[in-house]
C-alpha cells in the first residue's frame, strides 16, 4: 500500500485545506494512505513584527519546502497567494484545485459595510495592498496594522481594537467562519491579492508518481487564471507584501485579467485590464500597461521604506 507524507502548516486554515486535500485524494486512491507533518515556519514565529519589515518573500513556506528537498514529505498544501512567483530549482506546483471566491471580505461592528463605517474609522489590516485601495476608494479611513491568525485578528476586532478588519473570504469560508463576513468587498473596489482563494499543492518536478496524483486535482481554467495572475506578479518582481494585486477569469478559453499598483496611501493607483487566450501574455500586457503608468516608482518606495 503506497503512503504519501504530506506537509502542512499548522494553523487552523493550513490543516483544514491540507485535509480537504487529502479528502480528495483518498476518493480517488481508497487504498492509499497520507500521513501529515506539521511544520512551524518562520512566518509562523513571527508575529509582533509586519510582515512587509522581515522581507516577506516566502515566509510561510521555506521550511516545508525543505521537506520536500529531505524526502520527508512528498508533498504541501499551501495558498497559492503566499507563493513566491517563482519556485526553488527541483519544485513545481502538481496540482492547482479549483478556485474558491477570489474576493475580500469586511469584518466590521454591527455589520457595518465599507460605505457605512464612519468617518475616520479605524480598519486593520496589515496589507499593504488592502491598505492602498481601501484609503483609494475612502481616503478618510485610518489604517492599523493586525498580525495573526484568523482567530487572532477576529478576536482583536471582538475586542474593540478596530471599527472592522479585512480579510479574505476564502480563508473564512474554508473554516466556517462566513458568518462574520459582513461585506463582500466587489473586485473593482479591491482586487484580491494574486492566488487568492487558491490552492497551490507543491511537489518535487522528479517525482512522477506524485505529479500522477496530483494532475488528478487540478483545475485547468483556475490554473490559467492564476498563470495570468502571477505572471503579472513576477513581471513586477513582487513577492506577497507589495501593494499589488490581480484577478484574472476565464470564459470559453478566453482570459480576462484587471492587476493593480497602488501606493499604501491610496493616493497613486495603476490600474489596467487585457484579454486574450494566452496567460502568460495577458500576464505581461497588464503589467507593462501599468509600468507605463508608474508602478516601478511605487515598488521601489515601498522596497526603500522596507528596508529602513
Ligand atoms: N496572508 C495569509 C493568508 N493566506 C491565505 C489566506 C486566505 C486564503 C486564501 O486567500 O486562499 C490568508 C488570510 C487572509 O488574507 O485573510
Known amino acids: 500500500m503506497k503512503k504519501w507524507n504530506v506537509g502542512t502548516r499548522r494553523s487552523r ?36 513584527v509586519t510582515l512587509s519589515k522581515v522581507g ?12 520536500l528537498y529531505e524526502k520527508e514529505t512528498d508533498f504541501a498544501v499551501h495558498s497559492l497567494k503566499d507563493m513566491p512567483a517563482e519556485l526553488p530549482e527541483g519544485l513545481v506546483i502538481g496540482a492547482i484545485p479549483k478556485r474558491v471566491d477570489p474576493r475580500d471580505v469586511l469584518l466590521s461592528k454591527d455589520g457595518k459595510t465599507l460605505d457605512e463605517l464612519p468617518q475616520g474609522a479605524l480598519v486593520g489590516t496589515s496589507s499593504l495592498r488592502r491598505a492602498a485601495q481601501l484609503l483609494a476608494y475612502r ?9 495573526g491568525n484568523i482567530d487572532t485578528r477576529m478576536r482583536k476586532l471582538h475586542e474593540g481594537n478596530f471599527d472592522a478588519i479585512i480579510l479574505a473570504a476564502a480563508g473564512l469560508e474554508r473554516v466556517n467562519f462566513e458568518g462574520e463576513i459582513s461585506q463582500f468587498i ?8 494574486v492566488g487568492q482563494g487558491a490552492l497551490a499543492i507543491e511537489c518535487r518536478s522528479d517525482d512522477e508518481e506524485t505529479l500522477a496524483l496530483l ?6 481554467p483556475t490554473r490559467q487564471a492564476v498563470t495570468a495572475e502571477r505572471t503579472f506578479l513576477h513581471k513586477l518582481q513582487g513577492g506577497c507584501q507589495v501593494p499589488i494585486g490581480a484577478y484574472a477569469t476565464v470564459t470559453d478559453g478566453v482570459i480576462q485579467i484587471t492587476g493593480m499598483v497602488g501606493s499604501p496611501d491610496g493616493k497613486q493607483m495603476c490600474k489596467s485590464s487585457a484579454s486574450g487566450s494566452d496567460p502568460v501574455a495577458v500576464g505581461l500586457q497588464v503589467a507593462e500597461a501599468v509600468l507605463k503608468q508608474g508602478a516601478a516608482d511605487i515598488l521601489a518606495k515601498v522596497l ?5
Open 304 to 308: 526603500q521604506e522596507n528596508e529602513k
Open 215 to 220: 494532475r488528478r486535482l487540478d483545475d485547468e
Open 139 to 147: 481616503p478618510d479611513l485610518q489604517i492599523e496594522s493586525v498580525r
Open 186 to 193: 466587489p473586485v473593482e473596489i479591491s482586487l484580491p491579492a
Open 56 to 67: 516577506g518573500k516566502g515566509l510561510f513556506v521555506k521550511e516545508i519546502e525543505q521537506s
Open 13 to 48: 486554515l493550513a490543516l483544514t485545506q491540507t485535509n480537504w486535500v487529502v479528502e480528495q485524494l483518498q476518493k480517488l486512491e481508497p487504498n492509499a494512505s497520507f500521513e501529515l507533518h506539521e511544520i512551524v515556519t518562520k512566518g509562523d514565529k513571527i508575529l509582533d
